[in-house]
């Protein structure tokens, strides 16, 4: 009785202890747990689990959460001050630069199974899940720091009379929510190859998008001028509310004051936005793995291929104007009686209207899409024994159409019937401190498991460049237990 209250009592505690600590979603780690249904969530032709099937229970089956950025870390922003500031925090914009890359990016990715299994007839696997996904990045070049940081120490171009003009290169920012529907099939061929693929129904619930943002500067070395002309595309989808204005300084081509953006609310909460179906999407999955013999495979995958087409619910926003700053004069300052005196204050709340009103986003087109961050994997696994299992894999995200790259290395572990741990190390887009770890529990029919592909947050969150965590409940049918006995019957 005692030794089946701890198989109860010790996953929920663990699950609880890395549930509370949110962090991309991890992936890496999870991928050679024996027994974990969830494993092959990044390989459709990768059957990790053995028994008839598994069913995820609804809402639990699969929770994870995750953040990473490629260089920026809290603790590259702000740092306890000394002397009469030590028991603050100060803004450090000299490590704040140095931490910056040419391209620099911030990704989140969370999602949650409402409804999951899958089930084995012969050599045909098949499955189902429907789930709600969230996914939000954004990315900005180096030269907006240099602008922000350096002022006309960025500018090497050359100078025309008296101006120089540096372009910003692209920045964006890309936040939506949708429901998918996957089904997914997979076959075996030869004892060798295994060839899997999953289709996906997208329905986009809300999405927010600041696209093709860039700015142009002008500015003369002796500061007299600055003059900053921004562009850039805001479009949202859904429910989201929008407060809209007349700008007097603006008219369409009837004389009527054209409007602008000015501010975008979340919604009021209506169980209804969960089951919108207006804007469709789908993407598609397709995996392979090779056996090379019964201890070694290898695999490929690529993930994600589609996009969500935006079309209901849709207002987009162009971004409009110019701001120009050629000084404040402040000669007659101190004397109220001089002519033409104006007082300091106002004259610097005038520049701040100036920058407000240059700054606004004007009604434009419509109609966008959101193209889901498509991902490949290579794999390679070997299980020597029945008890251990060592795998490599390497993963290519790409974000903006630029290629993210992150390598693991793993070995698991089968403990007694009910106990899987698995181990990683890994280089993650930029960052090299990454240890993993994953565990699965069975009690009877009732599996556990969670993973992280970074515990170290733990310890020190502010250091890291990302966080991540995943965890669920299964129902396993066809009941079996880890252990020798059933070697014969694993897949890697």
């Given at each position: 009785?005692?030794?089946?209250?701890?198989?109860?009592?010790?996953?929920?505690?663990?699950?609880?202890?890395?549930?509370?600590?949110?962090?991309?979603?991890?992936?890496?780690?999870?991928?050679?747990?024996?027994?974990?249904?969830?494993?092959?969530?990044?390989?459709?032709?990768?059957?990790?689990?053995?028994?008839?099937?598994?069913?995820?229970?609804?809402?639990?089956g699969?929770?994870?959460?995750?953040?990473?950025?490629n260089?920026?870390?809290?603790?590259?922003?702000f740092?306890?001050?000394?002397?009469?500031?030590?028991?603050?925090l100060?803004?450090?914009?000299?490590?704040?630069?140095?931490?910056?890359?040419?391209?620099?990016?911030?990704?989140?990715?969370?999602?949650?199974?409402l409804?999951?299994?899958?089930?084995?007839?012969?050599?045909?696997?098949?499955?189902?899940?429907?789930?709600?996904?969230?996914?939000?990045?954004?990315?900005?070049?180096?030269?907006?720091?240099?602008?922000?940081?350096?002022?006309?120490?960025?500018?090497?171009?050359?100078?025309?009379?008296g101006?120089?003009?540096?372009?910003?290169?692209e920045?964006?920012f890309?936040?939506?929510?949708?429901?998918?529907?996957?089904?997914?099939?997979?076959?075996?061929?030869?004892?060798?190859?295994?060839?899997?693929?999953?289709?996906?129904?997208?329905?986009?619930?809300?999405?927010?998008?600041?696209?093709?943002?860039?700015?142009?500067?002008?500015?003369?070395?002796?500061?007299?001028?600055?003059?900053?002309?921004?562009?850039?595309?805001?479009?949202?989808?859904?429910?989201?509310e929008?407060?809209?204005?007349?700008?007097?300084?603006?008219?369409?081509?009837?004389?009527?004051?054209?409007?602008?953006?000015?501010?975008?609310?979340?919604?009021?909460?209506?169980?209804?936005?969960?089951?919108n179906?207006?804007?469709?999407?789908?993407?598609?999955?397709?995996?392979?793995?090779?056996?090379?013999?019964?201890?070694?495979?290898?695999?490929?995958?690529?993930?994600?291929?589609?996009?969500?087409?935006?079309?209901?619910?849709?207002?987009s926003f162009?971004?409009?104007?110019?701001?120009?700053?050629?000084?404040?004069?402040?000669?007659?300052?101190?004397?109220?009686?001089?002519?033409?005196?104006?007082?300091?204050?106002?004259?610097?709340?005038?520049?701040?209207?100036?920058?407000?009103?240059?700054?606004?986003?004007?009604?434009?087109?419509?109609?966008?899409?959101?193209?889901?961050?498509?991902?490949?994997?290579?794999?390679?696994?070997?299980?020597?024994?029945?008890?251990?299992?060592?795998?490599?894999?390497?993963?290519?995200?790409?974000?903006?159409?630029?290629?993210?790259?992150?390598?693991?290395?793993?070995?698991?572990?089968?403990?007694?019937?009910?106990?899987?741990?698995?181990?990683?190390?890994?280089?993650?887009?930029?960052?090299?401190?990454?240890?993993?770890?994953?565990?699965a529990?069975?009690?009877?029919?009732?599996?556990?498991?969670?993973?992280?592909?970074?515990?170290?947050?733990?310890?020190?969150?502010?250091?890291?460049?990302?966080?991540?965590?995943?965890?669920?409940?299964?129902?396993?049918?066809?009941?079996?237990?880890?252990?020798?006995?059933?070697?014969?019957?694993?897949?890697?």
């Amino acid at each position: 009785m005692r030794d089946r209250t701890v198989r109860f009592v010790l996953p929920l505690v663990i699950i609880l202890l890395f549930s509370y600590h949110k962090g991309l979603s991890q992936e890496l780690t999870l991928y050679f747990m024996d027994g974990v249904p969830q494993a092959g969530d990044f390989n459709p032709a990768h059957y990790p689990y053995t028994g008839v099937g598994y069913i995820g229970v609804p809402g639990l089956g699969r929770l994870d959460v995750g953040a990473r950025t490629n260089g920026i870390r809290y603790s590259d922003i702000f740092r306890k001050g000394t002397g009469e500031r030590k028991d603050s925090l100060v803004l450090d914009m000299n490590s704040f630069y140095d931490a910056t890359k040419e391209y620099n990016y911030l990704y989140q990715e969370s999602s949650v199974s409402l409804l999951s299994y899958g089930f084995r007839a012969g050599d045909n696997v098949f499955m189902m899940d429907i789930s709600t996904r969230n996914i939000a990045y954004g990315f900005y070049d180096k030269s907006l720091m240099d602008i922000l940081y350096k002022g006309n120490g960025a500018f090497d171009t050359p100078v025309s009379n008296g101006i120089q003009t540096l372009n910003t290169k692209e920045m964006g920012f890309e936040a939506y929510q949708f429901n998918q529907i996957a089904i997914g099939y997979s076959r075996g061929y030869n004892d060798q190859i295994v060839i899997g693929f999953r289709v996906k129904f997208l329905a986009g619930l809300s999405a927010l998008k600041l696209d093709d943002m860039r700015f142009e500067v002008q500015t003369k070395e002796d500061g007299t001028l600055l003059e900053i002309k921004p562009e850039g595309v805001l479009s949202g989808a859904g429910p989201l509310e929008y407060t809209v204005k007349d700008d007097p300084g603006k008219v369409d081509e009837n004389g009527f004051p054209q409007q602008y953006l000015a501010g975008v609310g979340l919604p009021t909460f209506n169980a209804a936005y969960f089951t919108n179906m207006s804007n469709y999407g789908g993407a598609f999955d397709l995996g392979v793995e090779y056996k090379y013999n019964h201890q070694l495979v290898f695999g490929a995958s690529i993930m994600d291929l589609g996009f969500i087409r935006w079309s209901q619910e849709v207002n987009s926003f162009e971004q409009q104007g110019s701001f120009k700053y050629t000084g404040v004069d402040i000669s007659n300052g101190f004397n109220e009686n001089a002519p033409g005196y104006e007082d300091p204050s106002n004259a610097f709340s005038s520049i701040k209207d100036s920058v407000t009103n240059s700054f606004r986003f004007h009604p434009s087109g419509n109609v966008f899409k959101s193209v889901l961050p498509m991902k490949a994997y290579f794999s390679v696994g070997y299980r020597p024994n029945w008890w251990l299992t060592l795998g490599a894999i390497s993963r290519v995200r790409f974000q903006n159409w630029k290629p993210c790259f992150s390598s693991t290395i793993t070995a698991g572990t089968l403990i007694g019937e009910w106990l899987n741990i698995s181990t990683s190390y890994s280089y993650i887009e930029g960052s090299y401190d990454n240890v993993g770890l994953g565990l699965a529990t069975r009690t009877g029919p009732i599996q556990f498991y969670l993973a992280t592909d970074n515990i170290l947050p733990l310890f020190k969150a502010s250091d890291m460049h990302g966080a991540s965590c995943r965890f669920g409940i299964n129902i396993i049918l066809g009941l079996n237990k880890y252990g020798s006995d059933n070697f014969d019957d694993y897949d890697l």
